[in-house]
């Protein structure tokens, strides 16, 4: 037996007590190349190590980049701080778009605003040059803009100008192009501004082309161009299309201007209470509005990310433990041998930074993948992508650095302390690193460990499991049309050629080519299909309710033609569906209403054959005039499956005058030849008109749920790795637990200790162990449940179906890890065992 030197069963201590474990640069590379060689020698534990820091500051790497780039950064404009987002409010129902009217008035009316711009955007058909008939229609997404948008958010044109005050007022024709469409389009050729050419076959004359980067103000809405808002479009008070910008003075403190913004809000609503009915007005800051839709996917990786990362934390300390427990007799020979704790300490470090060093660099690569895919989830979850990229830049790469400094110290610490207490010498005798009572601690720190990863785990698990129960309900859930075999493509019919009296011809011929197509069971079109995320509100009241305007109910409405309800199997339910016959320009005004309408305002009586009034007037039907409701059909959800339906009309397109929105044709036929008939009967029709996309109706359905698919999808995958992690590192633990008490099992088994008493010593360590994870789990969620429970729908957080599918799969993932220990336990031979050194 080796002698114990003075201090020795704490020799990493010096003066002080502190631990010493500065060296040379020469002995730092020296340990570095000889961690190396340590780390490949054990390639097992090694690559375990590196794939589970991967996981965890890959992850971690790229939800803290998209966050920073996404929500940290402040919008791309100059002072955005003096930038605000401008809104019309209604009592009880929050923001709402703005009215040009009520705009123009806002800023006539306010001291507190350098300027105010309104803006939407439409998609128009580009013919360049100078618009000749053989030329190509390419369909490009147009800003509809004030001429003070440019200053209020400071872009500058590269080349040329932008339009005037004066030019929008007098609904000149004219055009500011973005870099990539004068790139796309036109090649980057010089002398393109002071170029005429067509849009939805008018000429305009391109002015100006803005700088690359320039990012139109509505989120994930990247425009190609910029046209005067038409105010002869927009005139009416009642029409609130537009989205609102301004930018306060300077000095001037944004809850100044709120108070000023209401305040002409509630004037407004008392002079014009007709067209604003409890109407006010409000600004934010344009960063919060800029925002909004990305706070919750966001938020939701950023929170499973770092579960997901103290699940790896512990799961490599967990490692790191058991190994510098294994090491043990390489630890007292190389400290007998004159290295010194010390020495073995700062070796651990070096092994450390090695492992934090790989797992950093495989864990950029991981995040520059997600990053790349970011676009596509957030598309896939039916959130638009930001216009600005997101890349790993300086800050995320000082983030990495720091993640990567703290897992040095965190793993070089773990067998420091746990050499604190080493006793090497005796380590040289029996093999145990540690005394009995240090050892004891240190297995339980480890079990705590493990059932700290099984607690983690739990949340994330119940987490997926709510919101994939939310997903599955509402896939579930009949949205009141059927969408196998229907196919779907939009379409717009330029102005210049079109009359209202004129679009009802173009559907009523292209509906009759539609149906002629062989296969073709029914072809309808409509202003907006189901499911789409918006609906279109009018007022109305019944004939002979004598209500005021601002009394009158409000409804959704939709404008379709006679087939649309027979292509989706809409059921009718009573009276009689609409006929281009019957509904058209010279007959009386017919409407069709949904169940809900009939629920909610037929309590009196029967609603068909009553009339209404309709704020919604049209070429066809004056305003004023009387709707006869002639049916009603069966209710379809309008802005998703999880929403309320609401009371809706249908007016005839023959009399409401679709200018552009979807057809739907029902086929069985799956070949491309449907897709190529359907693309000449429309040209068949109109052959100016831009070509046609054609696609199926249930991947429209699929993502109207995406923004309920994507939490369980993201959640799913991180609780996935998080129980993997957790598997593995139980079993770790486990196993070393059955080395450690070999001679004891193998003494209990030589006294004759039935195999069954064996099995169940290690299966009910590794049962108390998942349990206790699971009790403190469950009582994490019951906290985390709260922050969860506005974002689930028509789900608990704490439903009991779901937890107890979660609980099963927990056990059903655990039993192997623990099945697996307890089975290398029974296989030992106690007599080889006994015999061991």
Known sequence: ?????????????????????????????????????????SAGFTLTVLMTLALGLGGLTAVFCAMDRLLLQAVPYAEPDRLVALHETQLGKGYRPVSLANLMDWRAQSTSFLGMAGYMTRTFGLRGGSGEAGSAVSVIRTGMVTSELFPVLGLRPEQGRTFSEQEERAGQRVIVLTDALWTRQFGRASGVVGRTVSLNEEPYLVLGILPPGAVFPDPGTVVDAYIPLPHSEYSSRGARPLRAAGRLKPGVPLALAQAEIRA???????????????CGADAQPLDDAWKGSLRRPLGL??????????????????????????????????????AGLAAVVRQMLAEALLLSLGGAALGLALAYALLKALPLVLRYGGVVPPARAVALDLSTLFFATTLCLGVTILFGLAPALLLRRARL?????????????GGRRI??????????QVALSLVLLLSAGAFLRVFLQLSARD???????????????????????????????????????????????????????????????????????????????????????EALRIPMV??????????????????????????????????????????????????????????????????????????????????????????????????????QAVEAAVRGVDPELERIQVHRLSEWVGESLGDRRTPAVLTGLFALVGLL?????????????????????????????????????????????TGAGAAAGLLLFRVAGQVLEGQLYEVRPEDGGTAGVVLLVLAASALPACVKPAWAALRSSPVEVLREP
Request: glycine share 12%; proline share 5%; aromatic share 10%.
């Open 1 to 41: 037996m080796l002698p114990e030197k003075e201090g020795e069963h704490s020799s990493v201590t010096g003066q002080g007590g502190g631990v010493f474990i500065f060296g040379s640069l020469e002995r730092w590379l020296a340990d570095l190349k000889y961690g190396g060689r340590t780390l490949r020698r």
């Open 264 to 278: 002409i809000g509630r004037r407004l609503g008392a002079a014009y209470p007709d067209d604003n009915p409890q």
């Open 301 to 338: 990786l950023s929170v499973a990310a770092l579960l997901l990362f103290a699940i790896v934390c512990t799961n490599v300390v967990n490692l790191i433990l058991s190994r510098a427990l294994s090491r043990g007799r390489e630890m007292a020979i190389r400290a007998a041998l004159g």
């Open 425 to 437: 010498n005796a380590t040289m005798n029996d093999g145990s690193l540690l005394p009995p009572a």
């Open 443 to 452: 297995f339980g720190l480890r079990q705590g460990l493990v059932a700290g």
């Open 479 to 565: 949205p009141g049309f059927e969408s196998e075999q229907v196919y779907y493509f939009g379409f717009g019919l330029p102005e210049v050629r079109y009359s209202e009296n004129r679009m009802g011809q173009f559907h009523e011929t292209l509906h009759r080519r539609l149906e002629e197509i062989p296969g073709v069971e029914a072809a309808g079109a409509a202003w907006r299909l189901p499911l789409n995320g918006r609906t279109n509100t009018t007022a109305f009241q019944f004939e002979g309710a004598g209500l005021k305007e601002v009394e009158w109910a409000w409804v959704a409405w939709n404008a379709v033609d006679p087939a649309y309800f």
């Open 574 to 675: 009573r009276g009689r569906p609409f006929s281009w016959a019957l509904d058209r320009p010279g007959r009386p005004a017919a409407v069709l209403v949904n169940r809900s309408f009939e629920r909610r305002y037929g309590l009196t009586g029967p609603v068909v054959g009553r009339r209404v009034q309709l704020r919604f007037h049209s070429e066809a039907v004056p305003k004023g005039a009387l709707w006869e409701i002639v049916g009603v059909v069966g209710d379809t959800y309008q802005t998703g499956l999880d929403s309320a339906i609401r009371p809706q009309v249908y007016l005839p397109a023959g009399l409401a005058g679709l200018d552009g929105g979807v057809y739907v044709v029902r086929s069985a036929r799956t070949d491309a030849g449907l897709v």
């Open 725 to 769: 992690l957790t598997v593995l590192g139980l079993y770790g633990t486990l196993m070393l637990e059955v080395r450690q008490r070999r001679r004891e099992l193998a003494i209990r088994a030589a006294l004759g200790a039935d195999w069954r008493r064996i099995l169940g010593l290690v299966l009910r360590r590794g049962l108390v162990l």
